[in-house]
């Protein structure tokens, strides 16, 4: 009988651990992670890049067919979410993350809304950390040379991204509701570190 106790709590302990190691790990919290040092994840490609899993990230340095910038595009599609991104841009880098797409086999910045990665942009209203011809940023923080994170929430038509743990946007715009969201390669030098998503 002490026998069937002991070993019952231990079975106790042992799923309290597995429990405990398993939230710790950001599963079982509602995140689902695409990308983290060990994997690329499942996506569509539309257009071409170098894609590859280098030093622990996703990274992409060159178009390798034709002159369009290269998606990366979730296979599921999303409403209401919040998505958490580690990533790392060089000077050069013209990059994104486009949310709520209307399609899935053509993304711009008209069919999704474009959060920006683009220290360079000839217009810097709509650069690093703003929305493209939705949500202007002023002054524009760099991203360049550096390990960097969003943190985009999309609940209704309220839009909100923190970059770098600064709120760069808080804006209400209904144009797009729901639908896949998408990592951009377009020049320069993108790592992603770590992209997770987490339906609201």
Known sequence: ????????????????ALQFSSVASGQGDGWVTLVDGTKMGDWTEVGKANWAMKDGALVADKITEGKDPSYLVSKESYKDFQIKAEFWADDDANSGIFIRCDQSA??????????????????PTYGTGAIVDVAKVDPMPKAGGKWNTYEITAKGPHLVVVFNGQKTVDVQDSKHASGPFALQYGSGVIKWRKVQIKPL
């Open 1 to 16: 009988m002490k026998r069937l106790s002991i070993l019952a709590a231990a079975l106790l302990i042992g799923a309290a």
């Open 106 to 123: 053509k993304i711009d910045a008209k069919i999704c809304y474009e959060v920006n990665i683009f220290d360079k942009r000839p217009d």
